[in-house]
């Protein structure tokens, strides 16, 4: 027993015992972290990152060398041939999109063989609205083959691909689902079946929130094409005035000469109408022990407040903006700016 806290020695107990039993993946995960952060140094040697690389440009995209070589620094990282980072991504759903229509033309197929994918990529794909600019109003067809209780389905995979296909499309992150998200190795086994029955077909990755797991990317496994957005506050809140966020944003305001900030939610958020009580009952179908969410909150955590989403993506940014300009530590001279980009338009709609 610690002399700061009278705490009940089975707290103690339960929270050593817990420790004990996460260290061995704790110890494999902090070996990915290095990994990946000295793969990062790595490619930033090796591209000659420097102080003139994040000067500013012209401002009309021509011979600009940071943006260049910020796309050679993740295409090495990610050990793919090419690669294309930029802010105007809005969202994951905004990444996914660009690159659907970057590579299928009229007539072509996507086949998702993950299941059905994110209910914010419906509209993109045209499973959902009538004339809006899908890729169903443009002709590209489009199929989907169903997990089997929560697994991908190799077998029917294999028989769905053809000739016909010219995308085997693959989510990893679970979704709304109940399902794992995929691991590298089942990415890997999808794309090995499929360039074994269409050697021409594009395998494409959505990648979201999967980046930097395991040592290797899909690209390095089969995958042609992988997209995404990396790890971030899900949402783009922020649930207390001290969490990471903020503190991101107050190294980059001081340390690095940032002068001003804009928070831009988007419409079709899947944090939307989030609720913490399901939230709960899938942690506790995932095999969480109620026992360990009831100490979280004898530690103080509110749990509910803690996973909820919103209910109004203009309010959750203008809750955000005000947070962070009235915040005890945010001087005076930082312009803080709320935005909401609608994922379908592009029309960017100030909030104050």
């Keep these: ?14 929270s050593a015992a817990a420790l004990r039993q996460v260290a061995p993946r ?27 690389h994040f000067g500013s440009s012209t401002g009309y995209g021509y011979g600009d060398e940071g943006r260049e070589t910020l796309d050679k620094v993740w295409a090495q990282v990610f050990g793919a041939e090419d690669a294309l980072v930029r802010h105007n991504f809005t969202c994951g759903t905004h990444t996914l999109a660009v690159a659907l229509f970057g590579v299928l033309r009229p007539g072509d197929k996507m086949l998702c063989v993950s299941g059905m994918p994110y ?3 419906h509209s993109v794909i045209g499973l959902t609205g009538e004339n809006m600019g ?10 989907c ?54 050697p021409n077909c594009i395998v494409m990755v959505d990648n979201c ?23 971030k506050n899900a949402g783009g809140m922020i649930t207390g005035p001290f969490d990471s966020a903020v503190r991101s944003l107050l190294v980059g305001i001081i340390e690095l000469g940032v002068e001003e900030v804009m928070v831009i ?43 909820r989403g919103f209910d109004c993506v203009e309010n959750s940014v203008a809750e955000t903006v005000d947070l962070l300009r009235n915040h005890p530590l945010m001087p005076a001279d930082v312009t803080i700016r709320g935005y ?13």
Excluded at 134 to 143: E, P, Q, R, T
Excluded at 179 to 193: G, N
Excluded at 209 to 231: H, M, R, W
């Design 209 to 231: 929130y999967c980046e930097f797991v395991n040592k290797q990317e899909p690209t390095q496994v089969g995958a042609d094409l992988i997209a995404g957005s990396l790890i």
């Design 26 to 52: 704790f110890t494999e995960i902090d070996e990915v972290t290095e990994y990946n952060q000295l793969k990062v140094l790595r490619a930033f040697m090796d591209n000659g990152i420097s102080e003139r």
């Design 340 to 352: 909401v980009i609608n994922t379908e338009t592009g029309e960017l709609t100030p909030q104050e």
């Design 119 to 121: 209910d914010t990529l």
């Design 145 to 198: 083959v169903p997990l089997q209780e929560e697994h991908l389905d190799y077998e029917a995979i294999a028989k769905a691909v053809d000739d016909t296909v010219t995308m085997v499309y693959i989510q990893r992150s679970r979704g709304y689902e109940l399902r794992a998200s995929l691991s590298l190795e089942e990415t890997q086994k999808v794309a090995e079946i499929a360039k074994e029955k269409n």
């Design 265 to 307: 939610g988007h419409t079709d958020c899947g944090v939307a109408h989030i609720n913490a009580d399901m939230m709960i009952r899938h942690l506790i179908q995932r095999g969480i022990s109620q026992d360990h969410i009831d100490m979280m909150r004898y530690c103080g955590i509110d749990f509910e407040a803690w996973l």
């Design 1 to 14: 027993m610690t002399p700061f806290f009278q705490l009940d020695p089975k707290i103690e107990s339960a």
């Design 134 to 143: 899908s890729l169903k109003d443009y002709g590209i067809a489009f199929d």
